[in-house]
């Protein structure tokens, strides 16, 4: 049975049960709807083979496409994927935010079906309490934008539910007239060559990104 909780980003503590919900759903390989700083993110287990299989499938996403994955903090990150000199400045400077970084996998997520890019994975850590709550109890979580391949991001709880219904188990929704802040995705970098790669424009701007990165 689908749930859709309304959740305060300004008093993460008051939606505790929404994001126990769904963190319990999480765990049973279920789909989870959330927002973050910049839009809402469909999400699941990032490790459960059945779990992102249903998540293409919700979005309609080509499997060329590989999740980003979302961690807590910049140590869980790190856990998934090896950082060079290049990424631990981006992140030290610019997580929580608005970067995606494409980084090569470690041992921990070498299996994960995550999409066709099998020897790399991009990872973000959320700026925004309520994602975190969830991400401390759920563990890392394989999210993408909440909107059906190719489309634009969903901001509406009943346009998320009306694109999804219970494809979804839990839909985490903010107060109405309440949107995520961004309202764009995030920057995405691709630091698995001597080159640095801008694979997505976003909030963080270029100049900025290559002046924090430095050279490899």
């Not at 970084?101 to 997520?109: F, I, L, N, Q």
């Not at 990872?123 to 059906?148: E, I, K, Q, Y």
């Amino acid at each position: 049975m689908t749930e859709v909780f309304e959740v305060d980003p300004e008093d993460p503590l008051a939606s505790r049960p929404a994001l126990e919900a769904a963190a319990q759903a999480l765990g049973h390989g279920s789909l989870v709807v959330l927002p973050t700083e910049t839009v809402y993110g469909i999400a699941c287990r990032p490790d459960d083979a059945s779990a992102t299989a249903r998540l293409f499938a919700a979005k309609r996403r080509p499997r060329g496409l590989s999740l980003p994955v979302l961690a807590a903090t910049a140590d869980a990150a790190w856990e998934l994927g090896v950082p060079d000199d290049r990424g631990r400045r981006l992140a030290a400077a610019l997580w929580p935010g608005p970067l995606t970084m494409v980084v090569p996998r470690s041992d921990r997520s070498k299996g994960w079906a995550l999409g066709e890019r099998g020897e790399s994975i991009a990872l973000r850590v959320p700026d925004l309490g309520l994602t975190s709550m969830v991400l401390d109890v759920a563990g890392p979580l394989a999210a993408t934008s909440a909107n059906l391949s190719g489309r634009p991001p969903l901001s509406d709880r009943t346009a998320l539910v009306d694109t999804f219904g219970d494809a979804v188990a839990v839909y985490l929704v903010l107060p109405a007239g309440l949107v995520p802040a961004s309202g764009s995705p995030s920057t995405v970098v691709d630091l698995t060559a001597e080159r640095m790669r801008i694979l997505r424009p976003g909030p963080i701007p270029p100049e900025r990104i290559e002046a924090v990165a430095g050279r490899h």
